[in-house]
């Protein structure tokens, strides 16, 4: 693996190391000097990055730390990429418009996304005139680290992975002629997929028995407050925030629906991969050497520290730092500390970093469940045209990463529930289910 303290990463010996150079003679010299002066895996790639930099999308999540660390640690320059720039965007939907634009026309080529938009954007199923944006998924951000949060109007019931309890609360406000909302980020989505999953596991229809809609994530605590939602799924430090401001409680973080879920993932424009080949290559060198500094949990609070800052989330520290060490406030009077409920970056071998195809078989799956795909969709296609684990093995190669995935799919899935999911049988998954929208 790779280490963040070379001097090339913020040029401190630039001066010397020209000096050096010049004094220099014959080919071998030459050779020597011009390797020591390029950004580390520049050289092996010829003429280094085919441009110096692009523009990068996140939004205020933790789970967008690799994408930031990389850039306060001087890594994308290490790399070759002095000018990346990665801006903060108002919300998954900016999001999908920006990426539509690209960086050329003041928009951005890629970013932090959620992992099923790669599908949504390629397929033209939630563009402008439907039109298919081009994609690839590069690598997974992260696993776990999201959270379900109840308002404290069901405080009473202390809901937790078990929804249940809900469903005749929900009727009865329905009965009182109450509007009944559940709140996630985008459709079709992570969020939108865990707590649709979450509540029919506990016999609670999504689309009939609650009206689920969308909310920025920055927005999801003000809108619980003023009585806006029932429930809400939402990356942290959004559940944490609402627990601090005791305006309601988290019933269970994702990892507790599905160990060890995928979630956020670096997604780019085709063409800007296809154009730049090797600067795609230095923009996930610099993410994944950021994803492996962010997976030590000695470096969680300088972790919480740096995107905390204005300039990134502008969030308190006591918002992040806890339940990115696994300390668990639920609220309501739970709390577990310890937990492996933590927010994973890397993983052995970067089995968390890695874009494994079985699980985009998952979240294409799910949203065939929930009428966003026709059932009749050759989903292997669409991932394979999608999801270019190739690009990431590559990049592990060149930074040295050992014990690297040797297949693309990472087996039989289990969730919360005890429903299992064979990526090799999608559609018998599917036929399993008792809430859904497909036959």
Not at 97 to 117: S, T, V
Not at 177 to 201: C, N, Q, S, V
Not at 290 to 302: F, P, V
């Amino acid at each position: 693996m790779t280490d963040i303290v070379t001097s090339r990463a913020t040029g401190a010996k630039t001066g010397s190391s020209r000096r050096h150079f010049l004094k220099l003679s014959g080919t071998a010299a030459l050779f020597s000097a011009a390797k020591a002066a390029l950004p580390a895996g520049a050289f092996a790639q010829g003429a280094g990055p085919e441009v110096k930099g692009t523009r990068l999308g996140y939004i205020a999540l933790t789970d967008a730390a690799p994408l930031v660390i990389a850039k306060e640690k001087g890594l994308y320059a290490k790399y070759g990429l002095p000018d990346m720039d990665i801006a903060k965007q108002a919300s998954w939907g900016a999001t999908r418009d920006n990426m539509a634009l690209g960086f050329k026309n003041n928009g951005i080529d890629g970013g932090h996304i959620l992992r099923p938009k790669t599908h949504l954007y390629a397929t033209g199923k939630v563009m402008q005139n439907s039109q298919p944006l081009p994609m690839y998924t590069l690598l997974n951000l992260n696993e776990d680290g999201q959270a379900i949060s109840v308002s404290n109007e069901y405080k009473d019931l202390n809901v937790q992975k078990d929804s249940s309890p809900l469903k005749q609360a929900f009727e009865r406000k329905k009965a009182a002629g109450k509007e009944l909302t559940a709140a996630m980020t985008f459709p079709g989505g992570t969020h939108d997929l865990w707590i649709r999953y979450w509540l029919a596991a506990g016999g609670i229809d999504p689309d009939t028995d609650i009206k689920v809609i969308v909310v920025p994530p920055p927005q999801m605590v003000a809108n619980m407050k003023v009585g806006n939602m029932d429930c809400f799924c939402v990356g942290e430090p959004w559940n944490e925030q609402l627990v601090n401001q005791n305006i309601g409680y988290t019933a269970l973080t994702t990892g507790e629906l599905w160990s060890r879920h995928p979630e956020k993932i670096l997604g780019m424009r085709a063409d800007f991969v296809d154009a730049n080949p090797k600067a795609t290559q230095a923009i996930l060198m610099a993410v994944m050497e950021a994803q492996q500094w962010a997976d030590k949990m000695e470096n969680r609070q300088e972790l919480s520290e740096i995107v905390g800052r204005r300039q990134w989330f502008n969030v308190p520290v006591s918002d992040i730092n806890k339940r990115l060490q696994g300390d668990i406030n639920y609220g309501n009077g739970r709390e577990a500390k310890g937990t492996k409920l933590f927010m994973k970056f890397w993983g052995e071998g970067g089995s968390t970093s890695y874009p494994w195809k079985s699980l985009d078989t998952w979240f294409v799956t799910e949203n065939i469940r929930w009428g966003k795909f026709e059932p009749t969709i050759d989903i292997k296609a669409l991932v394979d045209k999608t999801n270019r684990s190739d690009l990431w093995l590559e990049a592990a190669k060149t930074l040295g990463v050992a014990g690297v995935p040797t297949s693309d799919s990472r087996g039989v899935e289990t969730f919360f529930d005890g429903v299992k999911f064979d990526p090799a049988a999608p559609h018998d998954y599917l036929k399993a289910l008792k809430i859904k929208r497909v036959a």
